[in-house]
């Protein structure tokens, strides 16, 4: 998308990437000790689903076309950062759930099982958009929002 449609160059759209990894090296653990160290009435790890589901719908803006460098490079790195905010907590729960080390496991195999799923369904969903939507900008943006409401859910 970032070089076919964006018309980046293939320079450019690898240092989003780039800068983006360096960002998450960043943002991991600060949101971890955050999660860590938060009191609310919700508990430590739900006020971020809470948070984040909502701003999960930012997904759909880095598949906007017509814009430059910084649009792309600011809309991935909020994405980047709403992931964090979701997965970080999300990662701690089975630890959280029980100290029972045979149901932990069962619901990280659980959680992995439904990760690859929707790892399969991720790799169907935009060749039939691009299979039906001429106009490739409109197609990655169709795709940007139908990937928005799955991360929502």
């Not at 029972?100 to 069962?106: A, E, M, T, V």
């Not at 990760?115 to 060749?127: E, K, R, V």
């Amino acid at each position: 998308f970032y070089i076919e449609v964006a018309g980046l160059s293939p320079a450019a759209a690898a240092s989003i990437f780039a800068i983006a990894k360096i960002w998450d090296g960043i943002t991991d653990p600060i949101m971890g000790y955050i999660t860590d160290n938060i009191r609310t009435r919700w508990g430590r790890r739900r006020i971020f689903f809470i948070i984040g589901a909502p701003l999960s719908f930012c997904f759909a803006l880095m598949w906007v076309s017509g814009f430059g460098y910084a649009w792309y490079l600011g809309t991935y790195l909020l994405f980047s950062t709403v992931f964090t905010l979701l997965m970080v907590p999300y990662d701690t729960l089975p630890a959280e759930m029980t100290s029972r080390y045979d149901l932990r496991s069962k619901m990280s195999g659980a959680r992995m099982l439904f990760a690859q799923a929707t790892a399969f369904l991720s790799a169907l969903i935009p060749g039939q958009i691009l299979a039906h939507v001429a106009d490739k900008s409109q197609a990655f943006l169709y795709i940007g929002l139908v990937f928005s409401v799955l991360f929502a859910l």
